[in-house]
C-alpha cells in the first residue's frame, strides 16, 4: 500500500489509514460472514492462542453476528504506522514484537527477515477478451494466470445459449485449473509454464489476442484493486495485526513446508483485476480460494458480453467444478442450467451463495461517472462518495 502511495497517492499518508484506525479503536458489527468462518474455526485455531481469543472472544467464546468488534491493540499498530511509516513494522517496534512471539511459538523468522521484504512492481498478465483488456496479478501468484488462460479459452466458445454457455465455462475452468495443478507445482517455473498455455490457446483461436477485496474507482479515471489474505489464519496476534498461514496450505504450498528455496514468493490464488471496457474501466476481485477466478471470470463475461450493470453482473448466477474423491461436482447456483450438464455429480443451490466469492467492483466511464458494487453472497458493502 505505501508503495502505491508513493507512486500515486495525492493525500497525506496518515489520512489514508484513519478510517481503519477509527473502526479498529471505536468497533463495528461483526459481520455475518466472518460469525460462520469464527464458529468453525474457533476451537482449532483462535481459542489456543490468548490474543487472538481476547480479540474474537472477549467474553470466552466467540462472537455471533452483530456483536462489537473492537481492536483497540491494532488501532495502536496503525497508528504508530500512520505516524512513523511502515519502517515500525519492518525494522521498528512491530517487528520487534513479531520476532518475540514467533520465535516463543517455536518458529524462526527473524526482524532481518522482515527488513529485507521489498515491494515488487510487476507488470500485469495481460489478454484481451471478448473486446475488452484484461489485466490481472501476475506470476508467482497463479490466480490471474488461471483468469485469463481460461477467458482466453472461452473467447473460442459458444455462448449464446445458457446451456452452451455453461458447458463452455465448465470446459475452460477444468482446462486452466488442469494445466495448473500440472505446471504450477515450483514458483520459479510459472511463468514460462503460463506463457506456453496462452500461447498455445492464442494459436487455435480466429482471433488476434492482444480472501478480502476492495475495488475502488474516482472520476480522475484511477481505478484501484486490492485482495489481502490471512489464509485460515495461523491464530497469532501481534499487536492485534493476525499472522498467516499461507506457508501451511497445500494448495499454495505444493512443495511442503520448508521446501521454497529461500527469498522465492509463495504461489497466491489471489486476481485483483482491471478490465477495461469500450466506454469504462472496472477494477474487481475477490475471496474464495480456487473459486477466485471462477468468480471473476464469470463476472467478466456478464459485463463484457452481456453489457449488465456492476451490480447485475457481480450478483449474477454462479458455477463452480469441485473436485472430490468421490468425483467431481458440478457446483451452481439458481439461473444455471446444471442438470443439464452430463459427466458431473450435481450440487445445485436452492439460493446464492457464499461458497462462489464475494466479488467486490468499482467503476469508471471515460466521461468520469463512478459506479460500485459489492456481493449480496458475503457480508460487504458498496458507497459513492
Known amino acids: 500500500v505505501h508503495k502505491a502511495w508513493e507512486r500515486h497517492g495525492r493525500i497525506e499518508w496518515p489520512a489514508i489509514l484513519a478510517p481503519a484506525i ?21 476451537e482449532p485455531i483462535w481459542s489456543r492462542f490468548e490474543e487472538a481469543a481476547k480479540i474474537f472472544g472477549p467474553k470466552g467464546t466467540p462472537l455471533t453476528e452483530g456483536e462489537t468488534l473492537v481492536q483497540a491493540e491494532l488501532a495502536e499498530a496503525l497508528t504508530m504506522v500512520a505516524e512513523e511509516g511502515p519502517g515500525v513494522f519492518y525494522e521498528g517496534d512491530l517487528a520487534q ?13 527473524r526482524v532481518a527477515d522482515l527488513a529485507r521484504y521489498e515491494a515488487e512492481v510487476r507488470e500485469p498478465i495481460t489478454t ?7 489485466q490481472s496479478n501476475p506470476p508467482p501468484a497463479v490466480g490471474g494466470a488461471v483468469l485469463v488462460h481460461m477467458l482466453a479459452l472461452l473467447e473460442e466458445a459458444q455462448l449464446d445459449d445458457p446451456v452452451d454457455r455453461l458447458r463452455a ?7 486452466a485449473l488442469g494445466h495448473r495443478q500440472e505446471h504450477y507445482k515450483d514458483p520459479d517455473t ?35 484493486s486490492l485482495t489481502e489474505s490471512n489464509g485460515y489464519g495461523a491464530g497469532l496476534a501481534v499487536h492485534g495485526m493476525l499472522l498467516n ?7 499454495l504450498n505444493p512443495l511442503g513446508l520448508h521446501s521454497l528455496r529461500p527469498g522465492s514468493r509463495c504461489h497466491s490464488n489471489m486476481a485483483p483485476t482491471i478490465a477495461t471496457g469500450p466506454n469504462r474501466v472496472v477494477a474487481l476481485g475477490s475471496p474464495g480460494a480456487d473459486r477466485i477466478v471462477g468468480a471473476i471470470g464469470q463476472t467478466i463475461i456478464r459485463l463484457a458480453l452481456d453489457g449488465e450493470s456492476l451490480q447485475d453482473a457481480v450478483a449474477a448466477p454462479r458455477m463452480h467444478l469441485d473436485h472430490r474423491p468421490e468425483g467431481v461436482r458440478l457446483c451452481f447456483e439458481p439461473g444455471l442450467p446444471g442438470e443439464q450438464i452430463e459427466g458431473f455429480i450435481h450440487r445445485p ?18 466521461d468520469g461517472r463512478v459506479d460500485a458494487a459489492h456481493d449480496p453472497r458475503r457480508s460487504g458493502g458498496s458507497a459513492l462518495v
Open 22 to 42: 477509527a473502526a479498529a479503536r471505536d468497533g463495528f458489527p461483526f459481520p455475518r460472514t466472518s460469525a460462520y468462518y469464527l464458529s468453525v474455526t474457533w
Open 97 to 109: 514484537e513479531i520476532e518475540a512471539l514467533i520465535l516463543a511459538t517455536g518458529g524462526f523468522m
Open 128 to 134: 484481451e477478451s471478448f473486446g475488452w483488456r484484461i
Open 169 to 175: 465455462i465448465i470446459e475452460a475452468q477444468r482446462e
Open 190 to 224: 510459472i511463468a514460462a509454464g503460463l506463457d506456453a498455455a496462452i500461447k498455445g490457446v492464442h494459436s487455435r483461436s480466429t482471433r488476434s489476442s492482444a480472501t478480502t477485496h476492495t475495488s475502488s474507482a474516482d472520476a480522475d479515471g484511477y481505478a484501484c
Open 245 to 251: 498461514n499461507t506457508l501451511g496450505e497445500e494448495e
Open 349 to 366: 443451490y436452492e439460493e446464492i451463495h457464499m461458497y462462489f466469492g464475494g466479488v467486490q467492483a468499482a467503476s469508471v466511464t471515460l
